[in-house]
């Protein structure tokens, strides 16, 4: 994976980031999401690297990032993880960039342009919608579908142990029935092995569980002082969402954006919520496009 790509070590805002890097061009961070590694962005990374410098991590308790002591989600609230990417970026010279995220990346990411505007300079998002909006249109049909949200929230040691009692099992199963098909045969066989040895590790169970308990509260009233104070999205947005991707519920995606971003386009793409390995081509297209 990741050929002329070059790991590295970098400082985050109180975490050790690892990171691949390769390309030559404008500079552009590539955050990933829940259950993976930023191993998910190497169709499309090797692609767009031949227009940018592209800047793939780990985020912090994923990977072969560090996973920092944490109670209640406080040390992977979206504003600290954040600030690691900002902290990365800065690190490699680079004080304003384009960045795209998929599903948890995604909420980093625009978090990351809330927070720090003056460093990215387009944005744009894979599978999501803000947290807020998620918590505030769950109903019975949603809760059932993304049961995670509510069951990685509950108090440390029980989503912790239950994962724990069989990790790769429960590693599988989530991601094959997030996809269109309902099948493992999207995702590259180096990249899987990547995220089961990552999501095997104890503190990265741990981790992971702490990352959904701050969405299902710090992320939660971050957004809601943002959305109170009026602040938006500064940068230009892409919004990008499968056809059978959990946003595309809300039925008109870019309305449930709009509020949220100064100026917003996007697209559905045919896959489920795994864009770039379920749809690379289509997704490599609209990045290159849109960063260009």
Not at 160 to 165: T, V
Not at 197 to 224: K, M, N, Q, T
Request: with cysteine; net charge negative; aromatic share 8%.
């Amino acid at each position: 994976m990741f050929e002329g790509f070059t790991a590295h070590s970098l400082q985050g805002d109180g975490a050790a980031i690892h990171a691949r890097i390769g390309g030559d061009g404008p500079p552009l961070l590539l955050i990933h999401g829940y259950p993976q590694t930023g191993a998910m962005w190497n169709r499309v990374a090797t692609r767009l690297a031949e227009r940018f410098t592209v800047v793939v991590p780990d985020l912090r308790g994923y990977g072969q990032s560090d996973a920092p002591e944490s109670k209640g989600g406080a040390a992977y609230s979206k504003r600290a993880m954040a600030a690691d990417m900002r902290a990365v970026m800065q690190g490699l010279g680079h004080e304003r960039f384009g960045v795209a995220g998929h599903d948890r990346g995604g909420r980093v990411a625009y978090r990351l342009a809330l927070d720090h505007p003056d460093c990215v300079s387009a944005l744009a998002l894979l599978d999501i919608l803000p947290t807020i909006e998620v918590w505030e249109r769950m109903d019975a049909a949603e809760a059932l579908k993304t049961y995670h949200w509510l069951f990685l929230a509950q108090p440390n040691p029980m989503p912790e142990r239950l994962i724990g009692a069989d990790p790769i099992f429960y590693l599988d199963t989530t991601l094959a029935s997030w996809t269109r098909g309902i099948t493992l045969s999207p995702f590259d066989s180096e990249a899987l092995a990547e995220y089961r040895r990552s999501f095997v590790r104890p503190e990265h169970i741990h981790a992971a569980c702490e990352d959904y308990r701050a969405g299902a509260s710090v992320d939660r009233e971050h957004d809601a002082q943002d959305r109170q104070a009026g602040r938006r999205i500064e940068a230009p947005t892409l919004v990008l969402w499968g056809e059978d991707g959990s946003p595309a519920t809300a039925g008109d995606v870019l309305s449930v954006w709009r509020p949220w971003c100064a100026s917003v386009e996007g697209t559905a793409i045919p896959s489920g919520h795994f864009l770039a390995e379920e749809a690379p081509d289509a997704v490599t297209s609209a990045l290159g496009d849109f960063f260009r």
